[in-house]
């Protein structure tokens, strides 16, 4: 479907499979960092960040893990 429409019609589908911007890794990596750090203050400064980039932002065993909110 998403060829399909892109191709025809010229239009660019949103997709979760989109690549992250590198603003995106930056504030996720410093969250990261804040976390490791126990500067939770930080992390969730940049919490709320993403999250008025409107991003879903989840703590993982490996890190932080974003997503698009749908």
Known sequence: MR???????????WSEEAPLGPEVIALVARR???????DWAAADTIRVEL??????????PHGTVVRRER
């Open 51 to 60: 999250q008025a980039m409107e991003f879903v932002v989840e703590d993982g």
């Open 32 to 38: 990261d960092a804040a976390r490791a750090n126990k």
């Open 3 to 13: 060829e399909c429409c892109e191709g025809a019609f010229g239009l660019r589908l």
